[in-house]
């Protein structure tokens, strides 16, 4: 088995309902289980729906730095309701597109990181040059637990996750990217510190570049770290299950 750490299958702007089932049941023919990741308060419940009607599929909460200034009141309750939620996210700090101001993305990365400490429940975090702030907050919060979504920061960044116990996800940027760096930082990952995802309906792997992403896809990102480890498909799709198991607790 594989899973997908990070997708949005459950999300309407981007799959109708009829086209969600059919992903979802080529996953599963697949035997790729999914984690639907919440990006606002609406949608976060959307994933705990879905969620809940399908096999081996949980829900990740959150409310996503974008729409942090709507605010994530709505997310205590989707905690305190405990159904099909594995973990907070994707939550944390992004200055590129700054959708949000930086008091607000704060804020609600505070509160959220709160809330997963007050359930124990792991955090997938997005992060986007933002990381000289994330660390100091994260520190504030001890014994939290999760992964960095989508990584392509530095070697630095990479070493002081780990340093905090953190996790790292990849996906279809580290099969297409033509950056030698990100190159070298992708392929130095340890398995052990290492999980798959596919940020569906995003970054799409190759070889389907140029179609809209599934969970089904992960084993394409599974098959590239494979061979540029030189180990098997079976080495990788145990370590990185194993890690999401850990996490999480989905087993």
């Known amino acids: 088995m594989l899973v997908d750490t990070h997708c949005h299958i459950h999300d309407r702007e981007f799959y109708t309902a009829e086209a969600a089932e059919e992903i979802y049941n080529r996953a599963r023919t697949a035997d790729v289980a999914m984690l639907c990741i919440g990006t606002s308060q609406p949608d976060s419940r959307a994933a705990v729906e879905f969620a809940k009607d399908h096999d081996k599929t949980w829900a990740v909460v959150g409310v996503h730095p974008h729409e942090a200034k709507v605010g994530v009141a709505d997310i205590g309750d989707i905690l305190a309701e405990k159904q099909a939620v594995v973990g907070i996210g994707e939550i944390g700090l992004d200055y590129y597109y700054n959708h949000s101001p930086k008091e607000a993305q704060i804020a609600a990365l505070e ?141």
Do not use: C
């Not at 960044?157 to 992708?186: A, H, M, W």
């Open 111 to 251: 509160q959220q990181l709160q809330w997963a400490s007050d359930y124990d429940l792991p955090v997938s975090f997005h992060i986007r040059e933002a990381y000289n702030d994330f660390w100091p907050i994260l520190d504030n919060f001890h014994g939290i637990r999760g992964t960095l979504h989508s990584f392509t920061d530095s070697q630095t960044n990479l070493d002081r996750g780990f340093e905090r116990g953190l996790y790292v996800s990849v996906n279809g940027i580290s099969t297409f990217t033509k950056d030698p760096v990100q190159q070298k930082l992708f392929a130095t990952i340890p398995l052990d510190k290492m999980l798959l995802e596919t940020d569906a309906p995003f970054l799409t792997p190759v070889p389907y570049r140029g179609t809209i992403n599934e969970p089904t896809f992960v084993s394409e990102v599974a098959k590239f770290h494979a061979a540029v480890r030189g180990v098997s498909l079976s080495d990788v799709a145990t370590a990185t299950t194993t890690n999401a198991n850990t996490l999480f607790h989905l087993a």
